[in-house]
């Protein structure tokens, strides 16, 4: 059986820029990192002469398309700005949670939102994703989102980067410190109620800059970390 081929992992934009000789340790220096760039090159020379170089000339952004549209530009980087771009404050962190049941198998995830095109396009990255958690609700995935956003980019040095949630009650919650459920614990959700726990205090032992905002969903569509679900 023949061996896998050796791949050198250039990481341009990440925790410790570099090049890598193995994937795990290319993806410890991305891996929940806001922005980050990296590419596999088949030589270490390749590699090499492509840290030197400027990342977009090697990478091709990652853009969602929600439904296929013959008319769209080949080239998306050329593609005009969509009216959402405006009223959106981009580029955001977006988070949602979804919830089978109430409770039920609840988890939750962070989108990184860089820019959304004419025809509906959207560059985005996701930063994270956690779950499912058994015997969970919505609005304790939406609280735990949006308090692992802000220990993200806190954690990053990112003072500044909007996050956006299209949960009031979550958002509240945050406000408060507190998740106010009245969901009861039990043996199948003790690990959640331990996040909880983890997340009111650390909203009570740190101070944070980002702006929290609601996601207009009437006239935005989905919010990008949605699950797609409904």
């Given at each position: 059986m023949a061996k896998p081929k050796q791949k050198y992992y250039v990481v341009w934009q990440g925790r410790q820029p570099g090049v890598y000789t193995d994937w795990s340790s290319c993806e410890a220096q991305v891996k929940g990192f806001l922005g980050?760039?990296?590419?596999?090159?088949?030589?270490?020379?390749?590699?090499?002469?492509?840290f030197g170089r400027p990342a977009e000339e090697y990478i091709v952004k990652n853009v969602k398309t929600p439904k296929a549209d013959n008319h769209a530009p080949a080239n998306p980087s050329a593609q005009k700005k969509s009216p959402l771009s405006t009223a959106i404050r981009i580029p955001a962190l977006c988070v949602d949670a979804a919830c089978s049941g109430n409770p039920g198998l609840m988890e939750y995830r962070g989108v990184y939102l860089l820019?959304?095109?004419?025809?509906?396009?959207?560059?985005?990255?996701?930063?994270?994703?956690?779950?499912?958690?058994?015997?969970?609700?919505?609005?304790?995935?939406?609280?735990?989102?949006?308090?692992?956003?802000?220990?993200?980019?806190?954690?990053?040095?990112?003072?500044?980067?909007?996050?956006?949630?299209?949960?009031?009650?979550?958002?509240?919650?945050?406000?408060?410190?507190?998740a106010k459920t009245k969901l009861q614990p039990t043996p199948a959700n003790a690990v959640l109620f331990q996040m909880i726990q983890r997340a009111e205090n650390w909203l009570l032992t740190h101070a944070w800059n980002n702006p929290l905002l609601k996601w207009d969903t009437p006239n935005w569509g989905e919010i990008p970390a949605d699950f797609g679900r409904k």
């Amino acid at each position: 059986m023949a061996k896998p081929k050796q791949k050198y992992y250039v990481v341009w934009q990440g925790r410790q820029p570099g090049v890598y000789t193995d994937w795990s340790s290319c993806e410890a220096q991305v891996k929940g990192f806001l922005g980050a760039k990296y590419k596999a090159f088949p030589t270490l020379q390749e590699a090499e002469l492509a840290f030197g170089r400027p990342a977009e000339e090697y990478i091709v952004k990652n853009v969602k398309t929600p439904k296929a549209d013959n008319h769209a530009p080949a080239n998306p980087s050329a593609q005009k700005k969509s009216p959402l771009s405006t009223a959106i404050r981009i580029p955001a962190l977006c988070v949602d949670a979804a919830c089978s049941g109430n409770p039920g198998l609840m988890e939750y995830r962070g989108v990184y939102l860089l820019d959304i095109h004419q025809n509906g396009e959207r560059e985005e990255q996701e930063l994270f994703r956690r779950g499912p958690f058994p015997e969970g609700t919505n609005n304790i995935g939406e609280f735990l989102a949006i308090v692992h956003a802000l220990a993200l980019l806190q954690k990053q040095g990112n003072s500044t980067l909007p996050i956006y949630s299209d949960s009031k009650t979550a958002q509240a919650w945050v406000k408060q410190k507190k998740a106010k459920t009245k969901l009861q614990p039990t043996p199948a959700n003790a690990v959640l109620f331990q996040m909880i726990q983890r997340a009111e205090n650390w909203l009570l032992t740190h101070a944070w800059n980002n702006p929290l905002l609601k996601w207009d969903t009437p006239n935005w569509g989905e919010i990008p970390a949605d699950f797609g679900r409904k």
